[in-house]
Nanobody
Framework: QVRLVESGGGLVQPGGSLRLSCAAS????????MGWYRQAPGEQRELVAS???????AYADSVKGRFTISRDNVKNTVYLQMNSLKPEDTAVYYC???????????????WGRGTQVTISS
């Protein structure tokens, strides 16, 4: 079984910082692209940031310059450093990854269950 587990969410005041982590575990042959999505109440899920295995990154305009995505391929972990947080950043943040399991070398897309991030004074 392949699983993605997010951590690091919580409550922070506007202007503060938070660092999210997502660890992939299980029978993993390789991981290709990884990304972070978020979904606020009443809103559709949106892509926040993505990163290729080689480290090429992309960001939503709303977070560009404030968020940084990174990954550790040895630990099979992706991170999202969030700075200058705004109330509009409040959402459940989901980890996503394209993973090739052992004994089945096709890529499958996996989701974590999400971690709550709340920005409030």
């Amino acid at each position: 079984q392949v699983r993605l587990v997010e951590s690091g969410g919580g409550l922070v005041q506007p202007g503060g910082s938070l660092r999210l982590s997502c660890a992939a575990s299980g029978s993993i042959f390789s991981i290709n692209a990884m990304g972070w999505y978020r979904q606020a109440p009443g809103e559709q899920r949106e892509l926040v940031a993505s990163i290729t295995r080689g480290g090429t990154t992309a960001y939503a305009d709303s977070v560009k310059g404030r968020f940084t995505i990174s990954r550790d391929n040895v630990k099979n972990t992706v991170y999202l450093q969030m700075n200058s947080l705004k109330p509009e950043d409040t959402a459940v943040y989901y980890c996503n990854a394209d993973v090739a399991p052992y004994h089945d070398f096709r890529l499958f897309n996996y989701w974590g269950r999400g971690t709550q991030v709340t920005i409030s004074s």
